[in-house]
């Protein structure tokens, strides 16, 4: 009996510390120096939010002839709905230039932050508005009778993730520059570092595009260079990047925040070429991306308000055949609501 009453003590003094390592590892993840953050006093959020985006693409041949087109649509303005538990926050946005079920610009956004990890996944697809900006096919001719024409041969999509690192977690606060769940009350900075993978799909009429280029410079119509014949590319992009940031609380729920970083990424591409026996193509190499993120925020905990910028640029280069940049980004305006107490504010109230 004092054998099993021995193992039945051993094992109700084991279970209690492997569920407290759990519990430790767990908040761990939230760990942060009050003197420096103030964490979030609320279990729920909603918010309203207005972007206007930003999307330019420009393909090259990196042929002898040398020629490159740029795309953007007008900049646009999407509105939705978002709503926020704990880590977890999930918005959608719609278009409001064009509110037609079929030409819908959709984008969808699942972001999860605590004070040391950040997860962002995306999904964004373009319409068929993009409009000719620059073209230069070579001759030294002049292109501007192609400049800025409506041109439906050409749309996008992205599809991803981005995992980074705050190493100085305890003392800065990256969501409280960028999802507003907490609030920097002593100015600091952090380096960061992480992972991303991105799928880019481009669709491209270069049959379209020729025609319009026929029928817009006459007799001084230039042929398009094989490297640009091609209806689809898709691109598999792997990358690691670093970079720092910086929270500037300037007075009292006030915050100017930023962060830079650069990537350096692995791209792999496949495509179909219509001036060729093969059916496809692939290629591999190593690029730099980068990405920054800027905000200006006013939070309260009760409420809050404010305004973000963020910009990202995607570099592909193949050298015997083209090369692509895709550089988007948007400016976003909000307002919020955090509600549902936690607990412990609950207790301090009474």
């Known amino acids: 009996m004092a054998v099993d009453s021995l193992k039945a003590d051993t094992v109700a003094t084991v279970k209690p510390k492997k569920l407290s390592l759990i519990r430790r590892i767990i908040r761990g993840f939230d760990k942060i120096d009050e003197r420096y ?58 278009s409001l230039d064009n509110l037609e079920l079929g030409n819908n610009k959709q984008g969808f956004d699942l972001s999860i932050y605590s004070s040391q990890i950040g997860v962002d996944l995306f999904y964004r697809h373009t319409g068929s508005d993009y409009k000719l900006r620059d073209v230069k096919l070579g001759s030294k001719q002049d292109y501007s009778a192609l400049e800025n024409l409506p041109f439906n041969g050409f749309s996008s999509g992205l599809t991803g993730f981005n995992i980074y690192y ?20 002593i100015s600091c900075g952090s380096w960061l570092a992480g992972f991303g993978y991105t799928q880019n799909s481009i669709e491209f009429d270069h049959v379209k595009l020729q025609q319009l280029v026929d029928e817009r410079m006459g007799a001084n119509t230039v042929p398009l260079d094989s490297g640009l014949m091609f209806q689809k590319v898709k691109y598999i992009d792997f990358s ?31 495509g179909e070429m219509s001036n060729s026996g093969n059916s496809g193509f692939s290629f591999r ?23 973000s910028v963020i910009l990202h ?30 607990k412990k504010y609950r207790e301090k109230k009474l």
């Open 313 to 342: 640029t995607y570099n592909y280069y193949h050298k015997s055949r083209f090369s692509t940049n895709n550089t988007f980004g948007s400016m976003n305006v909000y307002v919020g609501l955090n509600f549902g107490l936690k």
């Open 166 to 185: 705050i190493f100085n977690h305890g003392k800065f606060s990256y969501p409280a520059a960028f999802s507003q769940s907490t609030i920097q009350k």
């Open 37 to 94: 953050i103030e964490p979030q006093h609320y279990v729920f959020a909603a918010m309203l939010q207005a972007t206007r985006s930003y999307d330019f693409n420009t393909l090259r041949s990196t042929g002898p002839n040398r020629q490159s087109i740029s795309f953007s649509p007008d900049s646009e303005v999407r509105i939705g709905p978002y709503a926020g538990w704990k880590w977890v926050f999930l918005g959608y946005t719609l």
């Open 285 to 307: 190499n190593l690029n730099i991306d980068g990405i920054g993120r800027f905000a200006l925020v006013y939070n309260n905990m009760k409420w809050y308000a404010g305004t």
């Open 240 to 270: 690691l990047s670093g970079g720092y940031a910086y929270n500037w609380a300037f007075a009292r729920n006030w915050l100017l925040g930023g962060s830079i970083q650069a990537a350096v990424a692995h791209k792999r591409s496949t």
